[in-house]
Each structure stands twice: as C-alpha cells, then as structure tokens.
C-alpha cells in the first residue's frame, strides 16, 4: 500500500448516544424520551443560556455523563 493514498474509514452512520440506545429497546420509552428533548429544544419561556446550565447542574447532581 503507497503511504500518500487515504485511508478508508469505515462508518456505520452516526452514532446514537448510550442512554437513546438502550431506550430503543421500548419504543414508546425512545419516543417519549425524543419528544421531552423536542419541548425543551422549542421553549422560549427561558433563555437557552439558563436552559444549558440547567440541564448541566442536573446532570452534575444525579451524576450523568451525557
């Protein structure tokens, strides 16, 4: 193999976050999940600032990595 020809990668397609994968085992959960994400993306009742640190603080607290 020349060193100067490219390398291929191999991609199965954007990859879904761990907690949405194993929510798509039950599909009523996966689309429940998906809405919630879609309401709060939609609020303007908030500044989206607030909004993140929010999100943030929580996730600190109970200790989630996503």
């Given at each position: ?55 943030l603080r929580t ?8």
């Amino acid at each position: 193999m020349n060193p100067l020809t490219p390398l291929r990668v191999l991609r199965r397609g954007p990859v879904m976050p761990g907690p949405y994968r194993t929510a798509a085992a039950h599909k009523p959960t996966l689309f429940g999940k998906l809405a919630m994400e879609r309401w709060v993306g939609m609020s303007r009742s908030v500044d989206d600032r607030l909004k993140t640190i929010a999100q943030l603080r929580t996730s600190a607290i109970i200790g989630c990595m996503w």
